[in-house]
């Protein structure tokens, strides 16, 4: 679990935070294996007796103090009895794992019978847009072989990946090993293979050869299957044991073609306004394979994966989305495109993710097109169900297979619930992230399925003026818990120890992590603004905009960036006393907008231009697509602070050779270019990375560079640590189109009122912010 707060010292009462101009929070990756430090857990048993308060329900840690018969709670300060059980147990602190460390992950008893709980097999469904082309079934085929290949080198591995896991829990140093994670896939997975047009096709491979039965979806919206999908083919039929059947299950992937013209006219429907829609029914056959694979969670499954590979809008039966709502109608109606675009149409697939989540479905959305597809509300399906939305615009070169891969050899949580509590000063404010609250319980989020990578941000208010008095000795102090669901193989253990591992069943293992953090509070604005993360106040800030974005358009989360920067720069400036106010309040001395007496906060100039120029906040007329806008939303709001940085403004690097690197950052401009001298540069924009080597390269250099030098191993390692795949080009100056590179070349691109690129860059946006100060403090 890393935490990476906004400031490390924080503000000691609301005039010091609202004084310091920075947003106050955290970031949380509640799942990722070790701390932001690079510490992993302590791992022990009976999470269920951790004692815990009367009063504020936070757990029991290493800054309580602990007495022979009570505690004190180190986040409200209330003293707590301990149970004759914890007195016991505590005898021995250096067997309790809450008495070692801050940093905590213990296993809790699971509900239900033990056979109840061996039932755990890992669904996966593939459901498949016949409403396509060839190319797009190509990919798709390719991309769900290598999800099979991915399964069977997982199942291949099992037996090591349990043995590993219960030699790490026995504290065993096995760092030195690369393995998967215990929560990767495990043997006795199940799949099912499904496709969708004006029909739903249901594929049953357990016999000698694949076959396929069909059902007719409906075209009006408010119709229903004629037969549930357990009447055409039984669950048991339909899910297949990947280890026995994975070569009928690829010759089933080969049957797959395009539903013809004829079939798309015979099975289509005279949609809105009289105009004939095509044949992809998306959304009932969504419905439907989720009420089908609902009837046996809980049973057959814990959590079903399912996913979606959409070439296009859904425009038959229910469901069906009205794409001729983005055009060129905005300029003839005057109507401004960025907000109208953003909101969904339709609650419909909202409604559905409930029905996802009621199901034990988590579902991944892979749409591989270049037409406009409204994302805006189809995310919530993949999103609201714990899912991943991908966005592809081509077929030429999708990094699809590659994606499907490692998300399926990606560990993961399910059935997630995370809580956080601060001491009684303070309180958390707005949660942003791909979560939903509890209903019931306030700072309570539920998050149906987790990976390492997944990441949440909280704001934090004060809970009165008052603040964190001055006089106490006491901390700041944040908890959070986090409490998870991960399948793993059963394991049986001898007396002697480690024993042989069963095959064919499988168990699910409830978890409770729990951090608990110690912060301190600022006795001045020097100290606040000294103690910043400049990548978690992105994080913090990315997910405010997207917000006001999604309500109130593009152009107001741009302002409301552009004016943030506009007052930290302003509170900066007159925390340093670094400008005078003559009479008539007229401002004196140079506007400081580089931040030159704090180091802190000289990056969070250019974190604000790149995101300024980013797609995200991007206007329409600029040749923003919608669905990317909504994409870029989606991965942004998920990535951890560092990705996120890389993601807003790419690292670029030089080298002299493939195998000598120049200097390890440059500035996102042509001069830097020319200045450094270099004849090889890397770009690493996250979800692309580009090797180009100048004009004035040596053309002995090797082009392009060979696999066992320098270049491409850091090339290796970058591709390594994404959650995406990254798209790799190799681009020679003066002979290829560079049009890409230069396109994130953004300090010489102007973000000015218009937002429009002009001859202008950075340098003038500096200026601009500095004028703007001017005017906010007369």
Known sequence: MAVRATVSRFPSDPDAQEASGLPWGVTVTPFA????????????SDGHMLPRCENCYAYFNTYCELEQWAWTCSLCGSLNGLSSQAIARYTHPQSCAEMISS?????????????????????YVAAVDLSSSEEFLELTRSALQAALEG?????QNDILISLLYELCLRSVDFSFIFFPSFAAVPSGALFGLATFSHKIGLYDVQGAIPVVKNVFIPSDTEDTLSLELEDVM??????????????????????LRPTTSWERTAGAAQGLDGVLMGGRGFGLAM?????????????????????????????????????RRYGEQYASKGEDADRALLPEQTPFYKDLAAVAVQAGVCVDIFAITNEYTDLASLKFLSIESGGSLFLYSSTDDSTLPQDIYRMLSRPYAFNCIMRLRTSSEFKPGHSYGHFFPDPQYENVQHIICCDSYATYAYDFDFANAAGFARHTSEQPMLQIAFQYTVVVPPEEL??????????????????????????????????????????????????????????????????????WLVILTAQYNEAFKLVQHNIGNSVTSQIDVEFLQCPQLQRLPRLVFALLRNPLLRFHEEGVHPDYRIYLQCLFSALEPSSLQRAVYPLLT????????????????RAALITSGS???????????????????????PFPPPQDCLLRTTINKMKQERSITPKLIFIRGGQDDATIFENYLIEEQDVDGSGLTSVMGFVSFLEEISQSVVEYMK
């Not at 294996?33 to 022990?44: F, L, M």
């Not at 024993?499 to 006795?523: E, W």
């Open 679 to 701: 004849p090889i540069f890397l770009l690493d924009a996250f979800t692309t990375i580009i090797v180009f080597y100048s004009s004035t390269a040596d053309p002995t250099l």
């Open 654 to 669: 030089s080298y002299s050779t493939p195998d000598k690197q120049a200097f390890p950052r440059h500035s996102l401009s």
């Open 151 to 155: 399964l069977q080198l997982l199942i």
């Open 234 to 255: 039984p669950l048991s039929q339909f899910l297949a044991p990947v280890e026995t059947f994975k070569e009928n299950i690829t010759s089933a992937l080969e049957t």
């Open 494 to 563: 001898s007396s002697e120890g480690l024993g042989s591992v069963s095959r064919g069943k499988h168990s699910l293992k409830r978890r409770l992590r729990i951090r608990t953090l110690q912060f301190a509070a600022a006795q001045n604005i020097n100290e606040v603004y000294d103690s910043v993360d400049p990548e978690a106040v992105l994080s913090v800030l990315v997910h405010k905009v997207i917000l006001a974005s999604l309500e109130q358009g593009v152009r107001e989360g741009r302002m409301l960036l552009h004016d």
């Open 287 to 323: 419905e439907s394979l989720f009420n089908y694979l609902g009837s046996e969670y809980g049973n057959t499954f814990a959590l079903a994966r399912v996913f979606a590979f959409l070439s296009g809008p859904p425009d038959h039966g229910a469901g069906q989305l009205d794409t």
């Open 103 to 123: 940093f905590i992950d213990l296993d809790l008893p699971l509900e239900g019978s033990e056979e109840e709980t061996m039932q755990a097999r890992p669904v």
């Open 33 to 44: 294996t070790k701390d932001e430090n690079g510490a992993a857990p302590v791992y022990g």
